[in-house]
């Protein structure tokens, strides 16, 4: 869960052990005054994991001290007939730790993804497209789209799309800017484009032109500052998962691993690939 709060590795390395360390502090406050908190304040203490194990450690300090130490027969019987806290509590609120915690990280990695990723609304999980994925093209206005295909057909130095072809990338008004000091950058510009199915794109211009920005933004590395995009019907801000079913990219540099052969590379690409990892499990055997 601490992960999801950073971006960089070695930082969360360092902060979880301290943060680590931090949550056992409320137990030596609690320990003392164990007789005097309620079940309540038990189990909200218990919310925090290392809490938790320190008062089963203690619970099954105080059953050794009984001379019965903890058995399943006495699991969920509390030490003294004043206590009202068991091992078996414990336990529970052990598991509850775990599956808060993963819905934490789940949602702070969804809404706030760090340098590279799509950050999803603050609601997300209260959108039906996000457990049942929107219908493909069912957000494309059709009078928008005549409209840029008509400013396209007007303009002097663009060519008229071909007839009787599919869009499978549909970019619409695409724009990135990046903070540089306390100046914004601009390194896509209001871009609109058709890239076509069967055919070959290829996107031509200088360095800092924003070609790799622009593909960055498609693959999901960036979220765009406005404008839409589609791939094979799927929104690029709300629809990653979908479209990374079908989608491989090839960056600048070689995406190698030094210890693995070509056949364990092609098996580990299958495996990223699922669709298509039977057929290449045959192919490479």
């Known amino acids: 869960m601490i992960s999801a709060f950073f971006s960089r590795a070695n930082v ?28 309540a304040q038990k189990v909200s203490a218990c919310l925090i994991s290392n809490v938790a194990m320190a008062m089963g450690a203690q619970l099954i300090g105080m059953f050794e001290g009984k001379g019965t130490g903890i ?61 049942c994925s929107s219908p493909r093209m069912a957000m494309v206005n059709e009078k928008e789209e005549e409209e840029d295909a008509e400013k396209a057909m007007k303009g002097e130095f663009i060519e008229e799309e071909p007839a009787g072809v599919v869009s499978g990338i549909k970019i619409k008004h695409l724009t990135k800017e990046f903070k540089v000091g306390n100046k914004t950058r601009q390194a896509v510009r209001d871009l609109t484009l058709n890239m076509f199915e069967g055919q070959i ?34 929104d690029i801000c709300q629809d990653m998962a979908l479209i990374r079913r079908s989608l491989g990219l090839c960056p600048q540099h070689d995406v190698l691993f030094d210890n693995l052969t070509v056949r364990e590379h092609l098996l580990f690409y299958a495996q990223v690939f699922n669709n298509i990892a039977q057929q290449l499990l045959i192919t490479v055997k």
């Open 12 to 39: 969360a390395a360092a902060a979880g052990g301290f943060i680590y360390f931090l949550s056992y502090l409320p137990y030596l406050f609690l320990w003392p005054r164990y007789d005097l908190l309620s079940h």
């Open 201 to 234: 794109t290829v996107v031509l211009g200088h360095n800092g032109a924003g070609k790799t920005t622009t593909l960055s933004m498609l693959t999901g590395l960036f979220p765009p500052s406005s404008g839409r995009a589609y791939i094979n019907g799927y």
């Open 71 to 131: 058995q399943w027969s006495n699991l969920f019987d509390s030490v003294t007939v004043d206590d009202d806290f068991s091992m078996a509590q414990v336990l529970c609120l052990l598991l509850f730790d775990s599956v808060l915690y993963g819905l934490v990280a789940w949602y702070m990695e969804a809404v706030f993804p760090g340098e590279y990723g799509v950050p999803l609304p603050s609601y997300f999980f209260l959108l039906p497209s996000y457990w």
